[in-house]
């Protein structure tokens, strides 16, 4: 048996945004999507780091998403607050750290992705969406005790687990138990904007096996804090029951 993991594990909360923001953009530039998507970064500093901290707050109160976090200590919330304010802002930003034609291009391949196997193949799935590990702390185990949150999900409610590898996900997925279902490149070609994208499409090979109710498989992640948990069926199961009803 492997050793239990050295991190805590527990899910996202508000105050993690700025850690979190800050641990992604050092983690993702190694994968190559990054640098794809996010070409101008370093021109915009500050879009890059807006716009990230924006759509990990979104994600964070979405709930088909559950965020997760790995920590080297476990910490209880401290302090008193004593004044609360909010105001609300309308301004119209504008993304300058990325490159449309790209996105575009990237938001082919993954809307073909997405329809072939997370809506026809695997229409009930839990889909990884974003992994990193900080530079600082890689190969002790993090991300593997993060993605058996979800493995371990995706069995107990006996449906597909499913991700999109970058090449250093890869081995550790394969690791884990995702098997290859396909390699696509993502080919962006406008003008002299030429780049491409490898993409692997991962399913773990024993997603659908359902698990008796409470089973504990290998996760060391305490599910009943997980508040936000949901999947990306409800969705699905949504467009099914709105098509029942249209039909009558
Ligand atoms: C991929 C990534 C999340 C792995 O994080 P990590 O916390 O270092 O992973 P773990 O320590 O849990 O690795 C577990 C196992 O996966 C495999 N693995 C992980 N990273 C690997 C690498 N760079 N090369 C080869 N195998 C690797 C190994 O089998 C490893 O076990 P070992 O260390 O005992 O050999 C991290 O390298 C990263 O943030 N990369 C950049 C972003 C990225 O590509 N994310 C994946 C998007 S799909």
Redesign the pocket.
């Known amino acids: 048996m492997s050793p239990p993991s050295p991190f805590y594990i527990r899910p996202a909360e508000l105050r993690d945004l700025p850690r979190i923001t800050a641990v992604c953009l050092a983690?993702?530039p190694?994968?190559p999507t990054f640098d794809f998507l996010w070409n101008h970064r370093h021109e915009y500093p500050d879009d890059c780091y807006f716009f990230w901290l924006q759509s990990f707050k979104a994600d964070l109160y979405n709930p088909r998403k559950t965020f997760l976090v790995a920590t080297e200590e476990s910490f209880p919330i401290n302090g008193c607050i004593t004044t609360v304010e909010n105001w609300s802002i309308s301004k119209a930003y504008v993304r300058r750290d990325g490159d449309l034609a790209r996105r575009v291009a990237f938001g082919k391949t993954m809307g073909y992705v997405k329809s072939k196997y997370w809506e026809q193949t695997y229409p009930e799935n839990y889909h990884l969406i974003l992994?990193?590990?900080h530079p600082d702390?890689?190969?002790?185990?993090?991300?593997?005790a993060l993605s058996k949150w979800g493995i371990d999900q995706g069995r107990r409610a006996g449906i597909a687990i499913g991700?999109?590898?970058?090449p250093?996900?890869f081995?550790?997925y394969q690791?884990l138990g995702f098997v290859l279902q396909e390699e696509l490149t993502v080919e962006c070609r406008s003008g002299e904007n030429t780049a491409t994208l490898p993409v692997k499409v991962m399913v773990y090979d024993k997603g659908t096996e359902r698990l008796p109710n409470g089973t504990q498989i290998h996760s060391e992640v305490d599910t009943s804090l997980c508040t936000h948990a949901g999947i990306s069926t409800d969705t699905n199961q949504r467009k099914r029951k709105k098509k029942k009803k249209e039909k009558g």
Do not use: K, N, W
């Open positions: 983690g993702l190694d994968d992994l990193t590990t702390y890689r190969r002790r185990g993090a991300a593997t991700v999109e590898a970058s250093m996900g081995p550790l690791h």
